[in-house]
């Protein structure tokens, strides 16, 4: 979905042009000037929607200020000024606070995780577990963060998990089908093929996938312990063929990633970084003047 669409859906669902607060205190022919600013230390992601919002409003207003996304942020830093009408302003408000707040929580969540692998070659990937339409936004705050996209729909590779597996009856069955269709949709377009990954819960199932040609392994819930084992028995496996990629998934948080990345693991994928990423602390502040 484009961004300006986004914008304009959010401001529908606000009812922002018809504010009958800013219309009842006499708002809508005054001038005046406002601040975004930061109450918190953290990673700021959403600038330039926080001012496409106030601009599909009002194209009059005039926006100022030079952070940009990824900028490390101080609390009482202003990050945007805005100069015009204050019906407009007040109007736009939540929506671009919403936006800011929303999308600059997941840049600094991102950012704290990555600081934990700073020490380490492990890669830090988000998840599917996004809000629906927002997805697109939200994987880009995850790379304002320092962290990496992974897959960003169904479409971009293949990911065998638990139900396919059921499916199509067990690991070895599951990973033939697939290699099956990649060959077949492969022969059909242009551009590299997708690639495969599938889920194990245990060091039996990692055995057994590590038998195919596959791109990535996907260690669900692995204690630290067991991930050093499925290490071993990939460099085993491995025998003058490619690398298989291992990720490291399932409850990793701030105390426990330190842990897991010093196995030297490839990358760990946290669905933390965008379903429980706490709201950044913006506020707006009018000035009549």
Not at 127 to 154: F, I, M, Q, S, W
Not at 226 to 237: C, N, Q, S, T
Not at 257 to 265: D, F, L, Q
Request: with cysteine.
């Amino acid at each position: 979905m484009k961004i300006n669409k986004i914008i304009v859906l959010a401001l529908k669902e606000d009812r922002a042009f018809n504010d009958i607060s800013t219309k009842a205190v006499g708002a809508s022919s005054a001038r005046g000037r406002a601040k975004i600013i930061a109450r918190q230390d953290g990673i700021l992601c959403g600038i330039d929607i926080a001012r496409e919002a106030f601009k599909a409003v009002d194209n009059k207003l005039r926006l100022s200020g030079s952070f940009k996304d990824s900028d490390r942020l101080k609390k009482g830093d202003v990050v945007l000024e805005i100069k015009g009408s204050q019906a407009s302003i007040l109007m736009a408000e939540r929506t671009a606070l919403n936006f800011l707040s929303h999308l600059s929580g997941i840049s600094t969540l991102t950012s704290k995780f990555v600081e934990r692998l700073k020490s380490a070659t492990t890669r830090l990937l988000d998840t599917r577990k996004t809000l629906p339409g927002l997805r697109d936004l939200e994987k880009y705050a995850v790379v304002a963060g320092g962290g990496e996209n992974h897959r960003r729909g169904l479409s971009d590779m293949y990911l065998l998990k638990e139900n396919h597996i059921s499916a199509a009856g067990g690991v070895e069955n599951a990973l033939r089908k697939a290699l099956s269709h990649r060959r077949k949709v492969t022969s059909r377009r242009k551009g590299p093929a997708p690639a495969i990954e599938i889920e194990v819960t245990g060091l039996d199932e990692l055995k057994r996938a590590l038998d195919f040609d596959i791109e990535r392994i996907m260690l669900d819930n692995f204690s630290v312990s067991m991930v050093r084992k499925a290490i071993d028995l990939a460099k085993k496996a491995r025998n003058g063929k490619k690398w298989i990629e291992l990720e490291v998934s399932g409850g990793i948080n701030l105390g426990s990633i330190g842990k897991y990345a010093r196995t030297g693991v490839d990358c760990i994928s946290v669905g933390a970084l965008t379903h429980s990423a706490p709201a950044f602390d913006f506020s707006l502040i009018l000035d009549k003047r």
